[in-house]
Antibody, heavy 119, light 109 residues
């Protein structure tokens, strides 16, 4: 069965760039799925960041669009998130998740990785 | 402030039935977009509980059910159990992005 695993630095300096990778195992990233990033600030709710299809097509949350880049590496079966110009407000648990067509519910989630923005 | 509105908290005794509402608008739920529900146990990732308004993934007990009407949706939990204590989130689509409700904390008394 498909599993997702996030990885990346747990601490990022203010004004820097947050970079995370989500490794897909047990299945191909080139299947008919959208691959998303979702974040959750401490004690708060879920916020969708953006998504990518294996073709490279992307959709982003308009509130973050100017700072977000999501990319896919089919050779490594993984996709990545870059969030630039980070502030303390970007401190959160970051999850990667899969949405399967046609219903596009997030049916598989990674365990999440905590990223703190601090000097 | 979330596009989808959920009550911050609900509670119930073991064995009872509780419902969690998710109120949207004509640009999301009312536009015909599906509603999905997630359960998040403390310290864990969200888990898909209901998809496509009223469908349960394999392994989800039939104590959990979902419905949708107009600009709102509801999650019902019958035969409440201690292990149901968690945060619950609804999710839909609105103006080119996926949106979540603010979450509801369910306390089992």
């Amino acid at each position: 069965q498909v599993q997702l695993q996030e990885s990346g630095p747990g601490l990022v300096k203010p004004s820097g760039t947050l970079s995370l990778t989500c490794a897909v195992s047990g299945g191909s990233i080139s299947s008919s799925n959208w691959w998303s990033w979702v974040r959750q600030p401490p004690g708060k709710g879920l916020e969708w960041i953006g998504e990518i299809y294996h073709s490279g097509s992307t959709n982003y949350n308009p509130s973050l669009k100017s700072r977000v880049t999501i990319s896919v590496d089919k050779s490594k079966n993984q996709f990545s998130l870059k969030l630039s110009s980070v502030t303390a407000a970007d401190t959160a648990v970051y999850y990667c998740a899969r949405a399967t067509e046609p219903l596009l519910a997030f049916d598989i989630w990674g365990q999440g990785t905590m990223v703190t923005v601090s000097s | 402030q979330s596009v989808l509105t959920q009550p911050p908290s609900v509670s119930g005794a073991p064995g009872q039935r509780v419902t969690i509402s998710c109120t949207g608008s004509s640009s999301n739920i009312g536009a015909g977009y599906d509603v999905h529900w997630y359960q998040q146990l403390p310290g864990t990732a969200p888990k898909l509980l209901i998809y496509g308004n009223s469908n349960r993934p394999s392994g989800v007990p039939d104590r959990f059910s979902g419905s949708k009407s107009g600009t709102s949706a509801s999650l019902a939990i019958t035969g409440l159990q201690a292990e149901d204590e968690a945060d619950y989130y609804c999710q839909s689509y609105d103006s080119s992005l996926w949106v979540f409700g603010g979450g509801t904390k369910l306390t089992v008394l």
